[in-house]
């Protein structure tokens, strides 16, 4: 493997070609390898699983009696006697709510501000076109009723409402329409909506002009619609929305804005949603909730086939993806994750919180846009990308900012940016897809100028499936991890008592990131070597003699032969035992999944990892003199034991793992990324108690070898530096494509290795610190989920 210091260290040697046939050339462990009753998932969700393939084919969008009010008020041609849209028409006189309203969601007490709206736009169409009396006195009633809610601080407000409600009314008294409200609210509601407007127009600023654009239904005296029109999409529209289109059309015979209509009315017949299209930002919000819940293995070919679909879009410079800076920000994301090449030049405009602010318009302004942006932000592949450095530096101190204050109220949101900020790099599969199962609202309504649901994004066969996938994986772990406890004694590695146990640490990362059925064999690996890797580094660091460390190093050595050598003591034996055993029963299996030998490859990653450990315990000792910064990494980063943990479960991944990808640079190159950053990272954490203790550490060594030049201060920047330096390259080789020879997913786990680590060094050193780590054990292996009724 090759460090960027320059020095280069092997990991793969030239390997002897060693017979294999499927009958077996070499001998099975002395314990027969136990394998879980795998739960048999099969119609586990098939019912959900099959909804979810028809979401991700068909947007659905909820119909808003707010916007089709609005298209119902557009004249046919010069004719101001009847609608140019009849079935809207029809469509209010027929819906209406029992207790008056037309409100979307008439039960949500946070939503009545979006009712009196939907409510005040429907009375304004039956009045235009003189039909449905009865029905405009119920409403005005509700009106009446609910009118306290429009200057209620503490209601939920649609986008623009303090600016279009007056407006409405204003509207309705031209038409002769008495409204159940005093004059002096309406005066405050006016003036309100008078210096929001005034304020807008002295800035300025574009944000505010595409702001008052996108509300210009609220105002009856526009002095110029074209300067509206300049908002106008491709697909006719202003802004995909169908009431400021409507609007538009009131004042302005545009054909385009007649074409956007009708052809919403083609695919919704009678009524029309509050946005539209939205079937890229649905998709992806469909892909994200599928990665987050932990079920989107169910349906990797309609994954690979949308976002195939979506980056020509992207390519194509589709409005609908880069007018919208939520759907912009989510599609590079989870686009750069996939392998699709996307620019960070995206967002260039973006990346400065000023101008942010003061380009875009208030419905991109939303805590959930800066979300997306903040996670877009954390998709660095490339030494230098200035954008996505300063997308993160503001985006990450506004959240940061809004939750000190408690300005995120929603407990969906509030927890989702918690979480983010908390583990930007360390964020693990399982426990995210928990916290998301849990936090998981059915029929989760979105708020705009109203109130609307995209029953894509949020509905009850996601959580059904992901909650049974959870609890049914979760079984399996826990019957995987009794027969990992069960074998720490049969081997009696707890009788060693200077070792620390760390079975469930393992099993926990292993179960962590690769928690599918199919995966046993490799969580069990991962689980395995990581106890035995612990072992032989605390047998190094504590436990052993000299002549203990060079007798195992000379058994492995041998290896079949080790007999030659024999055992210089008992604790040699139980972890050569083990070792031993477990790497061979391994090396059977694996040849079996691969249908080649890769004994020697298992072999020689043991003998590395012990002449690194060796070469360190010698300048521990200070029979070698004290090493370079670029020495030490070049023996530290192999030393910090990922070999065994992560190298061999590559092999049961489902996947053909030739001879050709694990000798390949890129291979190594992956290894050596993944291990650089737990190395400084450990040494980060870590400094203090090992400069206590004599042993090396990174950051002491630049500080010594600097002469007095470096100071610690300085030694933890450069560190720091580096891990970001190393994490960006990984995640580059991870999502490249071109010329890649290592299989996506078992680059995958050179990833989420990182991850992991990041996790148990963050703060302290979490591996000696079980306290740190007990909540999100039993959070992934012990207790299931249990939820209301949904």
Not at 53 to 60: A, D, F, N, R, Y
Not at 148 to 156: G, I, V, Y
Not at 273 to 302: K, M
Not at 643 to 650: E, R
Request: proline share 3%; hydrophobic share 40%; aromatic share 10%.
């Amino acid at each position: 493997m090759s460090l960027a210091c320059g020095n280069s260290f092997k990991l793969l040697s030239q390997q002897k070609t060693e017979s294999w046939t499927p009958s077996g050339a070499y001998a099975y462990p002395k314990t027969p390898a136990r394998r879980v009753q795998r739960l048999n998932l099969g119609g586990l969700g098939d019912g959900s699983i099959s909804k979810i393939k028809e979401m991700l084919h068909k947007v659905e969008l909820s119909v808003s009696p707010y916007d089709t009010a609005w298209v119902a008020m557009v004249p046919a041609g010069d004719s101001s006697s009847q609608s140019r849209f009849p079935e809207c028409l029809n469509w209010i006189l027929e819906n209406q709510n029992p207790d008056g309203s037309w409100a979307f969601h008439p039960s949500d007490p946070l939503l009545v501000k979006d009712s009196l709206s939907s409510t005040l736009a429907c009375i304004l169409a039956l009045q235009k076109w003189n039909v449905g009396q009865r029905l405009v006195n119920r409403g005005l009633d509700f009106i009446g009723s609910n009118k306290w809610a429009a200057t209620d601080s503490k209601q939920k407000s649609p986008i623009g409402f303090d600016v279009i409600f007056p407006g409405m009314i204003e509207r309705a008294e031209h038409m002769g329409l008495a409204l159940p409200i005093n004059t002096s609210s309406l005066d405050a509601m006016l003036n309100k909506r008078d210096l929001e407007v005034q304020s807008a127009l002295r800035s300025g600023l574009e944000g505010k002009k595409k702001y008052l654009a996108y509300v210009a239904e609220g105002f009856n005296k526009l002095d110029d619609w074209k300067d509206v029109m300049k908002y106008q999409r491709s697909n006719g529209s202003l802004f995909n929305s169908p009431a400021t289109t409507a609007a538009a059309l009131l004042h302005l015979n545009d054909d385009k804005c007649f074409t956007y209509l009708n052809s919403l009315l083609q695919r919704y017949r009678n009524a029309v949603p509050t946005i539209y299209p939205l079937d890229i930002y649905a998709r992806l919000c469909t892909i994200d909730n599928l990665e987050r819940l932990g079920i989107d293995q169910y349906f990797r070919i309609e994954i690979q086939t949308i976002l195939d679909e979506i980056y020509r879009c992207w390519m194509q410079g589709d409005d609908e993806i880069f007018s919208d800076i939520t759907c912009l920000a989510l599609g590079f994301r989870l686009l750069r994750m996939n392998g699709y090449d996307v620019s960070s030049d995206v967002f260039a405009g973006l990346d400065e919180q000023e101008q942010f602010f003061n380009s875009v318009s208030e419905q991109y302004k939303g805590t959930n846009t800066i979300l997306e942006l903040y996670k877009a932000s954390l998709m660095l592949i490339l030494p230098s990308e200035p954008i996505l450095e300063k997308l993160y530096v503001w985006t990450s101190s506004f959240l940061k900012l809004a939750l000190g204050k408690g300005a995120v109220g929603e407990k969906k949101l509030h927890k989702e940016v918690e979480y983010a900020l908390k583990y930007p790099h360390a964020s693990l599969e399982r426990l995210e897809n928990r916290k998301s199962i849990e936090l998981h609202e059915v029929d989760n309504v979105q708020l705009l100028k109203t109130a609307y649901r995209c029953s894509n994004s949020d509905n009850k066969y996601l959580l059904e499936l992901s909650l049974k996938d959870f609890n049914a994986c979760q079984y399996i772990h826990k019957k995987e991890l009794n027969i990992l406890e069960r074998w720490v004694k049969e081997y009696r590695m707890d009788e060693l008592k200077f070792a620390r146990q760390k079975i469930t640490y393992g099993f926990f990362a292993a179960a962590a990131v690769l928690f599918s059925p199919e995966h046993s064999d490799a969580r069990i690996a991962w689980a395995k070597f990581t106890v035995l890797v612990t072992l032989i580094d605390d047998l190094f660091d504590v436990g052993g003699s000299e002549e203990e460390l060079l007798n195992m190093f000379e058994l492995v050595k041998k290896w079949d032969s080790h007999s030659e050598v024999g055992f210089c003591s008992e604790q040699i034996e139980i972890i050569f035992s083990a070792v031993y055993d477990t790497t061979n029963e391994f090396a059977v299996k694996a040849g079996i999944e691969q249908g080649r030998s890769v004994k020697d490859h298992l072999i020689e990653i043991w003998l590395i990892l012990l002449e690194t450990m060796w070469r360190e315990f010698e300048w521990a000792r200070g029979t070698k003199s004290l090493p370079s910064v670029d020495d030490y990494m070049s023996s530290a980063y192999v030393s910090v034991a990922l070999g065994p943990v992560a190298l061999v479960p590559l092999y049961f991944l489902g996947a053909k793992l030739s001879e050709e990808a694990v000798k390949s640079k890129e291979y190594d190159d992956l290894f050596m990324h993944m291990s650089v950053i737990s190395r400084l990272l450990n040494d980060l954490t870590t400094v203090k108690r090992e400069s206590e203790q004599g042993k090396l550490n990174s950051l002491s060594l630049r500080v010594i070898h600097g002469n007095g030049s470096i100071s610690e201060e300085d030694a933890i920047s450069e560190t720091k530096r580096l891990i970001e330096s190393h994490r960006r390259e990984l995640l580059r080789m991870v999502v490249q494509t071109e010329g890649s020879v290592v299989p996506k997913v078992c680059k995958d786990v050179f990833w989420k290795t990182s991850k992991i680590v990041h996790l148990f060094y963050m703060g302290k050193d979490g591996f000696s610190s079980p306290h740190e780590m007990i909540s999100a054990i039993n959070t992934v292996i012990h207790n299931p989920i249990l939820l209301p009724p949904y």
